[in-house]
Each structure stands twice: as C-alpha cells, then as structure tokens.
C-alpha cells in the first residue's frame, strides 16, 4: 500500500513553529517511502478564517522545499483540497449515519447546553452530553446542528509514537459533527478526508490523544479502516514548563524568514525537535533527514524550543553553503539584507565583504549591523579607543604615536593585499614593542569603530588602501 500523508493546517494567522514541524514529519515519511503527502485547507471554522493565510501557509512550504504531492496549486485526483468546498461530501457521509441510526439533528439551544455543563460542575461530574440526549429529534436539514450517536465502549488502539493504548467508555460522548451553519466540525472532517483521500498515517499534535476514542467510534460507524495514528509531542516553551505560544517569544516563521535565518537551518532544527537517529549527527541536509526518518525514533515527551540553537544552526548553514558552493551562492541569499549603503558599491565588492565576515554571522540580517563601516565612513568615537581595555593605559601622545607610526609604514607598503599586510602589521608589532591586543584593537578601531571586525588585515585588504589610510589619519588628528 502506497504511504499517504497529509498536512492540514487552518487559515487562522500565521503560520508558527509547532504547525510547521507538523508539516515536516509527514513529508519526510511520505518521501523515504515514495509515498505523497497531501496538503488540505481545513477552513471550516469561517470565524477564525484570516484572508490571505493560505498563501502564507504555501508559500512558507515552498520556502522550505516541503513540495505537496497534492492540494492547491498542483491538484490532483482527490479534489476540492479546501473544506469549504467539500460541504456535499460532509452531508453525504452525514446522511449515512443518520441512515445507520448512529447521529441525530439536535435543536438544543447553546443556552441550555450551558446550563447542563453548569450544573455538571456543581455537582462535580464529568459533563457528557449523552447524558442529556433530545427525545424525538427532528428530521436533520442544513441550518440544525448534527451530533454523533455514541455508542459508549472499550477501545484499544496502537500509537506509533505512543505506543499501545486504551480507554474505557467514560470518555466517548455524542460529539457535534456538522454545525448549524452547516460546515462540519474538525473532528468529522477530517475523518471523512482523510478515507476519501487515501490517507493512511495521520499525524497530529499529542493534544488530540484525548479526543482519539471518539475518533475510532466514528471510523466504526462509517465503516473506514483506521489509519496509522502518530501523536507528536508538545513543542515546549524554553522553561520546559509548558506548550510553547506565542507569549514565549517564538516568532512565526515568516518572522524568521525576515531576519535571514535560512530554510535549511529551518528544517533541520524542527526536524530535530523531538527527533534524533540515534547519532550525534546535528547537521542534516533534506535528503540525509529523508533518508534517516523513521517513526520510532519520535520521541515521547515534549521538546524544549531553543532559539539559540537555531541561530548556532544557521550559522554552521552559511558556512557550510559558503564552504561548498562559494561566496556567489551565498551573495544570492544575501538580498534584502545589506545596510542601505550598501548599494552604493557594486556586487563585487560586496561579495569581497561577504567572504570576510561570513563566520561571524548568525543570520542574514547580522549583515546590517556587522558591515555599515565597509560602505560609509563610521563616526569617530574616541571614547571607544580611550575606554577599550587595552587601549584606556596608553595616554593621547602615545596613541597618537603609534597611529602616525602604523600609517607611515603602511603608506609605504607596495602592494595592498592581506599577505602583504599582515606582514607589514607582524614587522609594527617588533618595531613599537607592543602587544597585539594593544596595536590591533587600536588600528582596528580606528577603521571600524565598531565592536566587531574580521582579522585587520582582511579588513584593510577590502576597505582598500585610500580608505584604510583616510580613516586612520583622521584619527591621528582627532586624538
């Protein structure tokens, strides 16, 4: 039997976290087993609909190569993939089981279902709207709330993350499977979608193990074999004390996406968030996570977001694609994140800054605030060189001489290049008796003021000889 998985996501906002790794999982499955996975749009809940998430949601799989095998875009066989516009198919396997004898039209007002729910809660029972079922329904039409006839019984079942499990029939209830404006609920769509689609593991967030006895009753009712069910667990928030929101400061995707974290990094740190192969492997490509997937290896308990470690991860990615396909395939993800002045030089100088300081960089965006020098003339700041910890002992005179020193040897260097350079900054250190610690940052500071640079002689080397040599003079004279 062909592998088929599926991505169901609501149009409810962004696009976060805990939704995307849900994505992840069932497309690794389904493509270490040539299998598909489906990407369906559960916007049933018309309340909560956000106009324009379901471009957000496409557009962030695109981003991170989760391509569906089928859903919008690119159809397929099992179309509409948008709940809205499945309603007859909804009404259809809902007709079936008023048939059978298994749900019935409720008119209840919401008024009196609350009222039943507070008085369980006096009593301090457990509210079960079994208990309080409607003798002689009407006939059910569009406009009358469904419910579900249970059938209260022991169920068993095996979870693929999970394990073995069972519940007793204290937990089934006759749950509301079409609206009263006529949409169906989440929890008899996606049934009836998932067996019309062919889906044969369902993968899901552990908060639905609860509901899951409900779910069986249903596939019995209608007469479905059961998929494989995979619970995954909680994402936590960094404390570990609970189910990651948006109040932990997790941003969405997108937000990431916005400040230069790449969508390898992306997938690798989700991937494995509650997920490991047994090695101490961090660094895994799309293909080597494909080829390493297996259910067993999920673990059971939630795992804690860490936005440090993405951001390490993402860095050893720029790496990594600069190591392997050079600075030009790095420039290339590098638009949108230069500071403005930035575009007054040409790419090729650009790259030259890229290949200097692509170590350092966590994110795309740190190319903002680590590069400004390289295109404008920073301010000078002498409280920088007079409070820098190895510059603050030396007195005005001093420094001064030692930057006059440094530019005479330095002007009368024939060829500007970092070789060239180092040599010349190796001979300052013997003829001026100082530390490195001490000539360097003086130097260093003078042409960047700025808490970061790359080695000095790569610096000088790119920023050039005019430059290099402008900017220390100015100095010279400003102390």
Sequence with gaps: METVTRFAPSPTGYIHIGNVRSAIYPYLLAKQQNGKMILRIEDTDRERYVEGATELIEDTL??????????????????????????????????????SGRAYADPTPSTQIEQYRQECNANKTPF???NYRPDNTPEWEPGIPLRFKAEPKEYQWHDEVMGDMHAGPEVQDDIVLIKKDGF???NFAHIVDDAEMGVTHVMRGVEYLSSTPNYLALYDALGIKRPKLVSLPHILAPQGNKKLGKRDG??????YRDDGVLPEAMLNYLACLGWNDGTEQEIYTKDELIKAFSLDRIQTSGARYDETKLLWMNGQWLRRIMDEQGVNALYERSGGFWPETAHNHTDEYRKQVLAIIYDRLKTLSDLRS????????????????????????????????????????LSALSHWDADSLQDVLNQLLQDT??????????IRLSLSFAPFSPALNLTMSVLGRDTSLARLNAVARAI
């Design 62 to 99: 695109e981003w991170l190569g989760l391509n569906w095998d089928e859903g919008p875009i690119v159809g397929g066989p099992h179309a509409p993939y948008f709940q809205s516009e499945r309603k007859a198919i909804y009404h259809k396997y809902a007709r079936k089981l008023i048939a």
């Design 128 to 130: 079960l709207y079994r």
């Design 184 to 186: 169906p609920t989440y």
């Design 250 to 255: 997790a941003k969405s995707v997108t937000e």
């Design 370 to 409: 680590m590069t400004g020098y390289f295109f404008a003339d920073p301010e000078i700041d002498l409280d920088m060189i007079t409070n820098n910890k190895f510059l603050k002992k030396l007195s005005e005179s001093e420094l001064e001489e030692l930057l006059k020193t440094s530019i005479a040897r």
């Design 433 to 442: 008796d100082r530390k490195p610690a001490e000539l360097f940052s003086l």
